[in-house]
């Protein structure tokens, strides 16, 4: 599903976003910030969650795992060079987010009780006509399972293992319990793993069955709370992981400074020869960028919008301007983080293909014993501010298809698909998480780009008032 096509409608249109803009996105970045800031908050103005939350709780699921594990992932297999492509996505992204954000607000539908909502499938519903239902279901049923937890309940789960349970002795201690999660589960679920006993894969399995239940019970207290409740514990947690987590890896690349200019030579040369790891194959190192950072920013997926298109506002410019800086603080700031993080320390070359061991080496490399604590520390805030916004989005897109009333049910599969992301491997994980999200781009994008001259329309509109200085 993540061929030619796909990647030419993300990033051929995220071109045209950018070009037929006239680059507003760059133009009014500063502008944007005043928003964030609060400078034009009405709280009377229709929506659940102000334009900072709403920013928030949308960074919240695409700064988290994507930027640690993800990105070494790409490297792992792409080489240095995706890490170029994932920046030239980033770029058009923002014009992207511009386009696709100012639509959820511009065209907010009603659920079935009767409250505002926003989101791609409304969008194409108000927007486009029922006519165009079934694109909306297309995006309401991949948008519902695309945001499963399973990703970042996988990789919670692979770091707490490696670097704590299993060095430490924690679960060879406890052989009673090991035994009794032996005894009680279908030997099919506990995976096989090379050159290990059937005891020792039952460690394994424990562990990560262990790690999945207080994983569940945490993420369970925020997001029975629903959007507003994810919305005020995302504002607080975003700005202190992204700031704690550069300010590591900022030392990181100070200890290593000397590789600095060597590292963004070789992301440049490899990004146009793809030796380091594909082998020449240029085109499936493109890819391979482009998909991680679809999977990181989520730029033309459409998840973004059923955050943005809560946000109280009655100016659907505004709420564009504050989502185009989504690409840029996840992709271009911390995906960045990370990949320099990887290719200094020269870890990626270890052959290690697992996204968030290969990151955990590299924090170990620099920073010793501590800075794979300092990752872990980071891979939980990233994960659970992940978890929570997550399940807002699967709950919306169930209550488009069966009814708002319903939606608060689907919580339950939501916490089972914790567990089963825990015990699950790393590839099935992305294969699935990759499929729903290559499902999800095509309704977004197709909407987006058909509605494109009424977001310009609305963007002159508003433009030339803030000249008039009609908003102040």
Request: with cysteine.
């Amino acid at each position: 599903m993540w061929g030619t096509p796909l990647v030419i409608l993300l990033v051929g249109g995220g071109l045209f976003f950018l070009i037929y803009s006239r680059f507003i996105p760059y133009r009014y970045f500063f502008h944007s910030i005043n928003i964030l800031r609060g400078k034009y908050d009405d709280p009377n103005d229709p929506g659940d969650i102000s334009h900072f939350e709403a920013l928030a709780s949308a960074l919240a699921a695409t700064v988290g795992l994507g930027n640690i594990s993800g990105v070494a992932v790409a490297i792992a297999i792409g080489g240095p060079g995706a890490v170029f492509w994932m920046w030239i996505s980033a770029i058009v992204g923002m014009a992207t987010k511009f386009f696709t954000c100012t639509l959820s607000i511009m065209y907010r539908g009603k659920d079935t009780e009767g409250n505002i909502q926003g989101g791609t499938m409304y969008m194409i519903m108000e927007g486009l006509g029922k006519k165009w239902k079934p694109l909306a279901v297309l995006f309401a049923v991949a948008g519902l399972f695309g945001p499963l937890p399973i990703f970042q309940a996988n990789q919670v789960t692979q770091i707490v293992r490696d670097f704590v349970l299993i060095p430490k002795g924690l679960l060879e201690s406890t052989p009673g319990f090991v035994a009794w999660i032996a005894s009680i589960t279908p030997s099919w679920m506990i995976q096989n793993i090379d050159g290990m006993t059937a005891q020792e894969s039952s460690i394994i399995f424990a562990s990560n069955l262990a790690s999945g239940l207080v994983i569940l019970a945490i993420v369970s207290l925020v997001i029975f709370g629903g959007i507003k409740r994810i919305g005020k514990v995302a504002s607080k947690m975003v700005p202190a992981m992204v700031v704690i987590y550069v300010a590591c890896v900022l030392v990181i690349i100070g200890i290593n400074i000397d590789m600095l200019g060597s590292t963004f030579a070789l992301i440049f040369t490899d990004a146009f020869t793809a030796n380091s790891a594909m082998g020449g194959a240029l085109g499936a190192l493109i890819v391979t960028g482009v998909r991680r950072a679809a999977f990181s920013n989520e730029a033309g997926i459409g998840t973004a919008t059923l955050a943005h298109g809560a946000a109280k506002t009655k100016e659907p410019i505004r709420e564009g301007l504050v989502a185009m800086m989504g690409p840029f603080i996840d992709t271009l700031v911390v995906c960045t983080m990370t990949a320099l993080a990887i290719l200094v320390t020269g870890v990626w070359t270890s052959g290690d293909d697992n996204g968030i061991t290969l990151t955990a080496s590299a924090f170990e490399a620099a920073l010793g014993p501590y800075g794979v604590y300092l990752l872990i520390f980071c891979v939980l805030i990233f994960g659970f501010s992940s978890l929570f916004t997550y399940s807002y989005y699967s709950t919306k897109c169930l209550g488009f298809l069966i009814g708002a009333d319903k939606q608060k049910y689907f919580n339950f599969f939501y916490a089972a698909a914790i567990i089963f992301g825990s015990v699950a491997t790393i590839q099935a994980v992305l294969n699935f998480t990759d499929g729903m999200f290559a499902l999800m781009a095509i309704p977004t994008m197709t909407v987006a780009l058909l509605l494109s001259p009424k977001v310009m329309a609305a963007a002159k509109d508003y433009f030339g008032r803030m000249e008039k200085k009609e908003i102040l």
